[in-house]
C-alpha cells in the first residue's frame, strides 16, 4: 500500500504538523508537567539554599562541609541518584522533585555564598553604625548586594532543571521526556523532535524571564 506523499505520519518524518495538530492535548499536559516540576524542584532549592549559604557565610567553619557535600551530590549520576531516593519516594513525582532539589543545591548555594561574600565589608559596617541588627543586615544589605551572583546561579540551577526532568521519563514523570522517550522505543520521529524542541525552548524562555527579572531587581548594575 502506497503512503499518501502528504501525510507525515504515516511517512513517519522529523518534522510533522500533523502530529502537532492531532496531539495538542497530549504536548499540553507534557509541558505543564515539565513545568510544574522546574519550578517545584528549583524553588525548593533555593529555600534550602539561601540559609545553607548564610549559614556558610556567617561560620567559616560551616562553608568546607556545606560546599563539599552539595558538591558531592552534584556529582552522582540522574539515574543513580533517583535510585538512591526510590525507598524513600517510590515511584512518584516527589522522588524527581527530590533529586532536581539535591542538584540544583550545588549551583545555587555556591552563587548565593560568593554574593553574600562579594560585600564589601565596609558596607557592612556601614550599615551596623546605623543600627542595622544582623536579620536586618542581612535581608536589607547582604541579600540584595548578592542578587546579581544569586541570580546567575538561579539561571543555570533552572536550565539544568529543565534538562533533568526528562530523566524522570524512567519513572513516569518526566514531561517532556516521558514523550521523548516512548518515541525513542518506538522511533517515532515526529515525537521525539517535537518535545525535543520544547524542552529547548522552554529552556530558553526560562533563562530569559530570569534575565529580565535579574535586570528589573538589580537596576545599579545596569548604570
Not at 525548593?44 to 549559604?53: N, Q, T
Not at 556545606?66 to 549520576?77: Q, R
Request: proline share 5%.
Amino acid at each position: 500500500m502506497t503512503v499518501p506523499p502528504h501525510d507525515c505520519l504515516a511517512r513517519n518524518e522529523w518534522i510533522c504538523g500533523a502530529y502537532v495538530s492531532t496531539r495538542k492535548s497530549i504536548l499540553w499536559d507534557a509541558v505543564l508537567q515539565h513545568l510544574q516540576l522546574t519550578a517545584v524542584s528549583v524553588l525548593v532549592g533555593l529555600l534550602l539554599a539561601v540559609p545553607l549559604a548564610v549559614a556558610a557565610r556567617r561560620w567559616r567553619w560551616a562553608a568546607g562541609p556545606v560546599l563539599g557535600v552539595t558538591t558531592v551530590l552534584y556529582t552522582i549520576p540522574s539515574l543513580a541518584m533517583f535510585s538512591l531516593l526510590l525507598p524513600v519516594y517510590g515511584l512518584s513525582a516527589s522522588l524527581v522533585i527530590a533529586g532536581l532539589v539535591l542538584y540544583s543545591l550545588t549551583l545555587l548555594v555556591r552563587n548565593i555564598l560568593a554574593g553574600l561574600r562579594a560585600v564589601p565589608e565596609e558596607t557592612r559596617q556601614a550599615a551596623r553604625g546605623m543600627g542595622y541588627g544582623p536579620i536586618r543586615l542581612l535581608l536589607a544589605v547582604e541579600l540584595p548586594l548578592s542578587l546579581p551572583a544569586a541570580m546567575a546561579g538561579l539561571r543555570i540551577a533552572t536550565v539544568s532543571a529543565v534538562s533533568l526532568v526528562t530523566v524522570g521519563a524512567i519513572v513516569g514523570y518526566g514531561g517532556l521526556g516521558n514523550l521523548i522517550y516512548t518515541g525513542m522505543n518506538s522511533y517515532f520521529k515526529a515525537q521525539v523532535l517535537t518535545a525535543s524542541v520544547l524542552c529547548v525552548i522552554i529552556a530558553v524562555a526560562a533563562d530569559l524571564v530570569l534575565l529580565a527579572v535579574q535586570r528589573l531587581l538589580t537596576p545599579w548594575t545596569r548604570l
